[in-house]
């Protein structure tokens, strides 16, 4: 790194972008990006600041849309207030596995999709909700959904004129349950194994909607379209089924922490786990707006 | 190509810190070889151990995962800005005196900072669930953390009492 740049127009920081091309990064919360310069992977000879640049702090719920912008932190959704919270509440519940708190202070979530780390509990977040990332460069600009923005392990769909600038992801309906559940062996390490899941429910009870995506396991994060499927069609009898085909789903590798075999038999475990919570949350917020209404 | 070199001014423990930088320079190298101030830790570089861990604007954040140009115009609080440096300790550091919350001693600047905030706002006895929570990103290879969540502890416990009821 031998040039640093402030800029605070969005206009200059894509100037600078797009004239350095990849001898350029720009940072925003720098967790992965500093610590892969530390470690010698990358060495680019400019970086592009993104902190100063205006309107790119806010969360925000507006008829139906959750937006987040470029520089909010995993620590800001981790403490999302109470209106955040309820349309997007697998934002709170997933940003808490995040690392540790100082990384958390400053890692935006923005960043972490860009970033595309298999591991990493944003990505699968992402896929989960349907969320779509706005990529900006000088003279225009273009929408990427989570679907096609992950091509591999850190490789995302974003070229290096470009920034990410803000996500939007449809906000929760009202009878909705989440859960994150991850097998790591110390708090805040990558994942091993990781399930998000988002259930929504219709008035009968009968889930509406449901929302998951597994992360550790594959190449980039995988939303299983069958198991969910099967959720939507059989319901609460249907979460082993749906469990073992989230197996067949992912493409798990060895490494270190895990062979690819006990990855494989983990899956269909936190799957379920994470369904049946996300369930019991949904039919017990249910059961708390009911009892508002009669009391 | 010559590296480029910047002005930064760092309000570091309610001092300022101004200096030309490269770019690439850490907050934790110029915390402790601009500003001299040798109580912040240089563990792994690699953002895994927590040893560097400063507060940022009142928040801990990893030291050695930020260059000093992004801490430009901020406050950074190292070990050094806990206490006066011919007064008293700060609670928390009596804290891991009385309970030996240290053996090396060589994290033991991280996880104070790390804990700081927590014991500042905690009312009342803190949770050990709370404190591992907090200190989940601090590496310490002496103590196994049982007399260091036990100093977080007693330090929270006073922390909730009026001031100078209490002694070690």
Not at chain 1, 18 to 39: V, Y
Request: charged share 20%.
């Amino acid at each position: 790194v031998t040039r640093y740049h402030r800029p605070e127009r969005l206009e200059e920081a894509l100037a600078l972008l797009g004239e350095h091309g990849f001898d350029a990064k720009a940072l925003a919360g720098g967790q992965s990006l500093i610590a892969m310069i530390s470690a010698g992977f990358l060495a680019p000879e400019h970086l592009v600041d993104l902190n100063h640049l205006p309107g790119l702090d806010g969360a925000t719920v507006e008829e139906g849309t959750v937006r987040i912008g470029a520089l909010v932190r995993h620590a800001d959704l981790e403490h999302a207030d109470a209106g955040l919270a309820a349309a997007a509440p697998l934002l709170p519940a997933a940003a808490r596995w995040i690392s540790h708190e100082p990384v958390r202070n400053r890692g935006t979530m923005i960043g972490s999709l860009v970033h595309a780390d298999p591991s990493a509990e944003w990505p699968a977040v992402a896929l989960a909700l349907d969320a779509r990332l706005r990529l900006v460069r000088t003279g225009g600009e273009r929408w990427v959904p989570a679907a096609e923005l992950f091509l591999g392990p850190l490789t995302s769909d974003v070229e290096p004129e470009e920034i990410a600038v803000e996500l939007t992801l449809p906000a929760a309906p009202p009878r909705t349950g989440v859960s994150v559940q991850e097998l790591a062996y110390r708090h805040g390490d990558y994942a091993v194994v990781g399930v998000v899941a988002q259930l929504s429910l219709d008035g009968d009870d009968t889930i509406a909607a449901a929302r998951t995506a597994l992360f550790g396991v594959d190449a980039t994060a995988v939303r299983p379209a069958e198991a969910e499927a099967v959720l939507l069609e059989a319901g609460p009898a249907g979460i082993e089924r749906a469990a073992a085909l989230a197996a067949t789903a992912v493409n798990p590798t060895s490494d270190a922490t895990a062979s690819a075999e006990y990855r494989r038999e983990m899956v269909p475990v936190f799957y379920a786990r994470a369904v049946r919570q996300a369930l019991e949350r949904a039919v017990a917020s249910r059961a708390a707006t009911d009892g508002e209404a009669s009391g | 190509v010559s590296a480029q070199r910047r002005g930064v001014a760092v309000e570091v423990n309610g001092r300022r810190v101004a200096a030309e930088v490269e770019p690439r320079l850490l907050l934790v190298h110029f915390l402790r070889w601009t500003a001299g101030l040798t109580g912040t830790r240089v563990g792994c570089d690699t953002t895994s151990c927590g040893a560097c861990t400063v507060l940022l604007d009142g928040r801990p954040v990893k030291s050695c995962t930020m260059f000093a140009v992004q801490a430009d115009g901020h406050q950074v609080t190292t070990v050094e800005g806990l206490a006066p440096d011919e007064g008293p300790l700060h609670p928390l550091q009596e804290a891991f005196w009385a309970e030996h919350g240290l053996q090396c001693g060589y994290c033991t600047p991280g996880l104070l900072m790390a804990a700081s905030r927590l014991v500042e706002e905690a009312e009342g006895e803190l949770r050990d669930e709370d404190i591992r929570e907090a200190i989940s990103g601090n590496l310490c290879r002496c103590t196994g953390y049982v007399n260091v969540v036990a100093a977080i502890r007693r330090a929270s416990k006073r922390a909730g009492q009026p001031s100078g009821a209490d002694g070690p």
